[in-house]
């Protein structure tokens, strides 16, 4: 009989950072060394939860900037009412309620560096900002008459990265050429699977420094069959669940709450006139299936047919849907879907 994995016996948990021995995390590593001796701006593209942040947090910590502040920002977070005072600053009395002077992004992160997270998200309007921003290295706040300068190394990140937003005409070609001096790709977790191991060690020691725990057998087999689109932070996510209901500091199959391969029921794509059935509209020869499949099918289907009919232009798609491109992004990851 298989015994136990011990993953975790110590006191002491490393900060958040970029592991595994794969060949892909180690070309990624190579480059990140060799991206940290210049000053260039860089864009990182790469699924959620697939370490972008890390990549930049490691950019900065092995670069001549490391001395300075590391500042991050989500640009698909702040209301594009505010996007001026947050990046810029603003002076006292520039619109009402602004009693003191504040300090804007690339203030704090002067001397240092600046991640812009989910770049593609900023509006028109303020991408010509920021790219006056870059082009002249100098800012002025809201309500004030003079700029100031900032020596700032921009790194940005984006999911499916900024070529499709300017082939989509969502973002500016000038501004895409500014960012996009260096590409680097953050690989999937699908993509990595035999950093499995190094990466669930890593995180139960940052979960539970001061706990031996231990895989039971079949944990790793489950985990290398699950396809991850939340990436490690949905290993994360599923670890910390697991150390709830572990006993005895062991995680077991059925604490992880996935399904097993024999109960997971394949999704056909099947028309939803036909899966639909409600009293008055006749019976259906659709099958009877589990409530949340077929929701999320549905749902699915209906993504598709806004994506096909906006030609996959995620803005009009998600105003046809009602929702906020973020939330239409963080669906198709959800459910698999690919821009085409």
Known sequence: MSKPHILVAGEHAAPPQLCGDSASMQALRAQISRIARCTAPVAIRGESGSGKELAARAIHAQGARAGGPFVAVNCGAIPEALMEVEFFGCRAGAYTGALHERQGLFQAADGGSLLLDEVDDLPLAMQVKLLRVLQERRVCKLGGSSDEAVDVRILCASQQGLARGVAAGTFRQDLYYRLNVIELAVPALRERLG?????????????????????????????????????????????????????????????????????????????????????????????????AQYLCQAEREMILLALRQSRYHRARAAQQLGISVRQLRYKMQKLNLQES
Request: one cysteine or more; a neutral charge.
């Open 195 to 291: 950093d499995l191991e190094v990466l669930c060690r890593t995180i139960l020691l940052r979960l539970a420094p001061r706990l031996a725990v231990m895989l039971a057998p079949g944990v790793l087999a489950l985990l290398a069959r699950h396809g991850f689109p939340g990436n490690v932070r949905e290993l994360e996510n599923l670890l910390e669940r697991a150390l709830a209901f572990a006993d005895g500091g062991v995680i077991t199959p059925d604490g992880l709450g996935l399904p097993s391969p024999a109960a997971v029921l394949p999704l056909k794509p099947v028309a939803l006139e036909r899966q639909l059935c409600l009293p008055g509209m006749g019976k259906s020869e659709a099958p009877v299936v589990p409530l």
